[in-house]
């Protein structure tokens, strides 16, 4: 069994920053990406950044040149590091990997429960 557990997640100021982390543990063969989405009211999930295990990554848009995700392969940890940020970033904020949990398994896609981001004005 695989589960994704977020953290960093709180309340600041627009123009301030935060960061959020993301932790896989369980069974886990190999991770392919991690990824971090968001869910305003009434609309689809958006994703904000991705990386691959080998460092490609991508931001959605709106994020870029203001959040960076990286990396721990070794902890099988995703962080996202989000500076000047505003109010309509204001969002659940969550975690997701692409993964294998064992060798001869496909891979699949896993979430975490979210972590709520407010910034204020």
């Known amino acids: 069994q695989v589960q994704l557990v977020e953290s960093g997640g709180g309340l600041v100021q627009a123009g301030g920053s935060l960061r959020l982390s993301c932790v896989a543990s369980?069974?886990?063969?190999?991770?392919?990406?991690m990824y971090w989405y968001r869910q305003f009211p009434e609309k689809q999930r958006e994703l904000v950044a991705s990386m691959t295990t080998g460092g490609d990554t991508n931001y959605g848009d709106s994020v870029k040149g203001r959040f960076t995700i990286s990396r721990d392969n070794a902890k099988n940890m995703v962080y996202l590091q989000m500076n000047s940020l505003k109010t309509e970033d204001t969002a659940p904020y969550y975690c997701?990997?692409?993964?294998?949990?064992?060798?001869?398994?496909?891979?699949?896609?896993?979430w975490g429960q979210g972590t709520q981001v407010t910034v204020s004005s």
């Open positions: 997701a990997a692409v993964l294998s949990a064992s060798h001869s398994a496909s891979n699949r896609t896993y």
């Open positions: 369980g069974t886990i063969f190999s991770i392919y990406a």
